[in-house]
């Protein structure tokens, strides 16, 4: 599957951990939607991501990708340790100057 850099770049940072670089893949003004928060800003998003990578330990296979003019969308597994595991969420990119402005996470 051909992915855009930054989602790949997501992807294997998630799958590794790793909080600080993970949020490298993000602009200083992005806004993350997840589990019905919103986190805005490098700081929050890595504060989210560290929490959420520290509770669920939850990795992504990539199954599909699909971009329009304004939005990306990535269907992966999401195996970790949280209730219905493994689940396949979709997550909704807007990329801007090849970072990622806007991520919502949906069932």
Request: proline share 4%.
């Amino acid at each position: 599957m051909n992915l855009p850099k930054v989602v790949a770049d997501l992807v294997e940072t998630q799958n590794s951990f790793d909080s600080v670089a993970y949020t490298h893949c993000f602009s200083e003004t992005a806004v993350v939607f997840d589990e019905g928060k919103t986190h805005h800003g490098k700081k929050e998003i890595e504060q989210w991501i560290a929490d959420s990578n520290e509770r669920y330990r939850a990795t992504m296979k990539p199954i599909s990708f699909e971009e329009n003019e304004t939005e990306s969308f990535l269907k992966a597994e999401t195996s970790g340790n949280f209730p219905g595991s493994p689940i396949v969420l979709t997550y909704h990119f807007v990329i801007t100057n090849d970072l990622i402005q806007s991520l919502k996470v949906t069932g």
